[in-house]
């Protein structure tokens, strides 16, 4: 069974920090290209940030480029998400997702979890 379980999200000032974590099985991680995404009430979703198949492109949205950052740890199937400077804007559910390609290709990545709320206050 796959299972893409996210934690560490909660309630944190504007310009806190949080690190979001995701562990993975039931997949051969590292083929896998991973990533976040998030999803506000009312807003389209939105993928953050990911990391290729062979690791070696990493990709931000544009909002959040010089606050988040990306990384794996392959021998523990996780991959986090390290958010610094939040600002109320990236209130969302944050969830990671999964594929052998690319979490961006349509109709959408391959493994998908559940998510973790992220509420920043102003």
């Known amino acids: 069974e796959v299972q893409l379980q996210a934690s560490g999200g909660g309630l944190v000032q504007a310009g806190g920090s949080l690190r979001l974590s995701c562990a993975a099985s039931?997949?051969?991680?590292?083929?896998?290209?991973v990533g976040w995404f998030r999803q506000a009430p009312g807003e389209e979703r939105e993928g953050v940030s990911s990391i290729s198949n062979n690791r070696g492109t990493t990709y931000y949205t544009s909002s959040v480029k010089g606050r988040f950052a990306i990384s794996i740890d392959n021998d523990k199937s996780t991959v986090y998400l390290q958010m610094n400077a939040l600002k109320p804007e990236d209130s969302a559910v944050y969830y990671c997702a999964a594929d052998p390609i690319s979490v961006h290709r349509e109709p959408g990545p391959r493994y998908r979890g559940k998510g973790t709320l992220v509420t920043v206050s102003s």
């Open positions: 039931g997949f051969t991680f590292d083929h896998y290209a």
